[in-house]
């Protein structure tokens, strides 16, 4: 299993231009989660997918971020227009969710290797 | 979410056991307690978790208090690529919700 899949690993771009990040979680998972980290305030969700479905995108920092997951195994973090705050490390992660059943257990989640955008 | 306590930085020497302590005395019933770490410029890496047992796997051990107000992360025999910061996470049991990650313990593996 390769893992979580992120594109690219690093992008530099300029003031005003769209960004696009990329994420291909791992086969059989069926949720779907966008973190982003910096110094000042460490990870922060910004969204998360279930079955493909955003679920809570309170995270989403304003209008210029928008996430989609058109099927199981891709997922897009668009920013337009970016800015230089938005300069980070930004970290896809796919997990197994079970529901609420007796002797079964939700487990970890699986981190990818993450994207660092710098806008100037 | 409860919410958790952990020092800021630790050290340990080479070879040794690393014992990262947690606090969570607002843990509830149906609250799991997770454990990851972050190499510096990598992704978390999730390392262990569990309810109210000890849990043990190739990584790490894991003790839970039996009121699991506090935890302990064990390393039994940290390497120097163990230094990483490392996250308590209390998370509730059953439902498709996100991890919310603190500002970890720190530690550093000395040689």
């Known amino acids: 299993d390769a893992g979580v899949i992120q594109s690219p690993r690093h992008e530099v771009t300029e003031m005003g231009q769209e960004v696009t990040l990329r994420c291909k979680p791992i086969?059989?998972?069926?949720?779907l989660f966008w973190y982003r980290q910096t110094m000042m305030r460490g990870l922060e969700l910004l969204i998360y997918?279930?079955?493909?479905?955003?679920?809570?995108d309170s995270g989403m920092p304003e209008d210029r971020f928008s996430a989609k997951m058109p099927n199981a195994s891709f997922s897009t973090l668009k920013i337009q227009p970016s800015e230089p705050r938005d300069s980070a490390v930004y970290f896809c992660?796919?997990?197994?969710?079970?529901?609420?059943?007796?002797?079964?257990?939700?487990?970890?989640?699986?981190f990818g290797s993450g994207t660092r955008l710098t806008v100037v | 979410d409860a919410k958790t306590t952990q020092p800021t930085s630790m050290d340990c020497a080479e070879g040794r056991a690393a014992n990262l302590p947690c606090n969570h005395s607002?843990?509830?019933?149906?609250?799991?307690v997770y454990w990851y770490r972050q190499i510096h410029s990598q992704g978390p890496q999730y390392i262990i978790h569990?309810?109210?047992n000890n849990e043990t796997n190739e990584m790490a051990s894991l003790i839970i208090t039996e009121d699991r107000k506090s935890s302990t992360l064990i390393l039994p025999h940290a390497t120097l690529r163990d230094t990483a910061v490392y996250y308590c996470?209390?998370?509730?049991?059953?439902?498709?919700?996100?991890?919310?990650f603190g500002s970890g313990t720190q530690l550093t593996v000395l040689p």
């Open positions: 992660a796919s997990s197994l969710i079970i529901p609420l059943k007796p002797g079964r257990q939700n487990y970890g989640y699986t």
């Open positions: 569990g309810l109210k």
């Open positions: 996470i209390v998370k509730r049991y059953g439902s498709a919700r996100q991890l919310t």
């Open positions: 086969s059989g998972h069926n949720s």
């Open positions: 997918f279930n079955n493909n479905v955003p679920i809570d």
């Open positions: 607002t843990i509830s019933g149906n609250e799991y």
